[in-house]
């Protein structure tokens, strides 16, 4: 079975402060990683994935993510947050199979001017 | 750019009745996906198809059903709605192509009211 935690239920951050947005995962492969970003009243965007290689993924937006193997964790994260980055963030992991993905709950992420 | 259209953003039905959510892709999809989001839950799958008329359960099919008569278009059948069926609604489709590692492209969702 795989599945996907996300500890923080909200974010809050400082515009121009960095963030970081958290993910854990447990899978019994390799996963593939994903992070997507929810605006009020849309569907979910794709901003960023993980499948092999480089522990450092770029992304959209400014936004990164950290595959660290050891920890299990997947985070999100940007450098200077900015006030349209508030939003609901959700992280999500992938094993193989005919596409079946588990999403987390969910992370609010404030950003206060 | 994906665009991915769901019929309905607001949708009001009562209690006992059948409702459909229909649900459009225009990219070749081959892959196309029916989840609920709810707060504090995030979203789970209810069903998913990764062809025409083939369809897999996912977690929560319960109440259910669904069908796809062409490739770009899914549709979820609630077949008796009850009031625990409220929620949001969201239809997704992705690329079989590349081993199963591509990102999904996401309606803006249908949230679903049930008198």
């Known amino acids: 079975a795989q599945s996907v935690a996300q500890p923080e239920d909200q974010v809050n951050v400082a515009e121009g402060n960095p963030l970081t947005v958290k993910c854990t995962y447990s899978?019994?492969?390799?996963?593939?990683l994903f992070w997507y970003v929810q605006y009020p009243n849309r569907g979910l965007q794709f901003l960023l994935k993980?499948?092999?290689?480089?522990?450092l993924v770029k992304g959209s937006y400014g936004f990164e993510a950290e595959f660290n193997k050891s920890q299990t964790s997947f985070h999100l994260k940007k450098p200077s947050a900015l006030v349209s980055d508030s939003a609901l963030y959700f992280c999500?992991?992938?094993?193989?199979?005919?596409?079946?993905?588990?999403f987390g709950t969910g992370t609010k992420l404030q950003v206060i001017p | 750019d994906v665009k991915v259209t769901q019929s309905s953003r607001y949708l009001v039905k009562r209690t006992g009745e059948k409702v459909f959510l229909e649900c459009v892709q225009d990219m070749d999809h081959e892959n196309m996906f029916w989840y609920r989001q709810d707060p504090g839950l995030g979203l789970r799958l209810i069903y998913f198809s990764y062809d025409v008329k083939m369809k897999e359960k996912g977690d929560i099919p319960e109440g259910y059903s669904v069908s796809r008569e062409k490739k770009e278009r899914f549709s979820l059948i609630l077949e008796s709605a009850s009031t625990n069926q409220t929620s949001m609604y969201l239809c997704?489709?992705?690329?079989?192509?590349?081993?199963?590692?591509?990102?999904?492209?996401f309606g803006d969702g249908t949230r679903l009211s049930i008198l």
């Open positions: 899978v019994s492969g390799n996963p593939y």
């Open positions: 999500a992991v992938f094993t193989g199979g005919y596409q079946k993905v588990t």
């Open positions: 997704a489709s992705s690329l079989l192509l590349g081993g199963s590692n591509q990102p999904q492209h």
């Open positions: 993980y499948i092999t290689g480089d522990n």
